[in-house]
T-cell receptor
Framework: SQKIEQNSEALNIQEGKTATLTCNYTNYSPAYLQWYRQDPGRGPVFLLLIRENEKEKRKERLKVTFDTTLKQSLFHITASQPADSATYLCALDRNYGQNFVFGPGTRLSVLP | ETGVTQSPTHLIKTRGQQVTLRCSSQSGHNTVSWYQQALGQGPQFIFQYYREEENGRGNFPPRFSGLQFPNYSSELNVNALELDDSALYLC??????????????FGPGTRLTVT
């Protein structure tokens, strides 16, 4: 059956360190993958999109990798700050923008 | 440029009732998707509307239905409400068909409680 997993429910790291979040999937062949940030009581906010033919994408302190062989995406936040504390969601596209599947999310806490 | 808005913010309904949630998409976007998010879980795709027609549907029963209007705003209707329908309902707009798109812009959500 199709499944998306994110490495853990919660991740605590120290300020200034690099946070690494994992998204694994089975029985999907997404054309691209997206990462979102969600704060409590609010809608998700789009962060990055990476296509199946791209290995890595960067935006400021954020980096995403996409390994279609391993069926895994890694999301890195470098020089993390307490303001980065939020839930991070990965989302797979199932049909070129017509059907997105979200993972359960990882709640990141950056401790000062 | 206005963002995605949803109304109402909160809603309390009784089991068996019907509810209509509304969404105004971001300026320039032509597609609206609806999601249900239970507490502590990721959003679950309900359906998507493009050019006023349903353009994809998740694993939700027919009592979940929707509309998209010519101005790209949208409604989600849920009939015969069940307790398990209690959740945050999210609307997301995007620009379908553009190579650089598929980025979804979410509204703040409507918190529905069914008692």
């Amino acid at each position: 059956s199709q499944k998306i997993e994110q490495n853990s429910e919660a991740l605590n790291i120290q300020e200034g360190k690099t946070a690494t979040l994992t998204c694994n999937y089975t029985n999907y062949s997404p054309a691209y993958l997206q990462w979102y940030r969600q704060d409590p009581g609010r809608g998700p906010v789009f962060l990055l999109l990476i296509r199946e033919n791209e290995k890595e994408k960067r935006k400021e302190r954020l980096k995403v990798t996409f390994d279609t062989t391993l069926k895994q995406s890694l999301f890195h936040i470098t020089a993390s700050q307490p303001a980065d504390s939020a839930t991070y969601l990965c989302a797979l596209d199932r049909n070129y923008g017509q059907n997105f599947v979200f993972g359960p999310g990882t709640r990141l806490s950056v401790l000062p | 440029e206005t963002g995605v808005t949803q109304s109402p913010t909160h809603l309390i309904k009784t089991r068996g009732q019907q509810v209509t949630l509304r969404c105004s998409s971001q300026s320039g976007h032509n597609t609206v998707s609806w999601y249900q998010q239970a507490l502590g879980q990721g959003p679950q795709f309900i359906f998507q509307y493009y050019r006023e027609e349903e353009n994809g549907r998740g694993n939700f029963p027919p009592r979940f239905s929707g509309l998209q209007f010519p101005n790209y705003s949208s409604e989600l209707n849920v009939n015969a409400l069940e307790l398990d329908d209690s959740a945050l309902y999210l609307c997301a707009s995007s620009l379908y068909g553009s190579r650089s798109s598929y980025e979804q812009y979410f509204g703040p959500g409507t918190r529905l409680t069914v008692t």
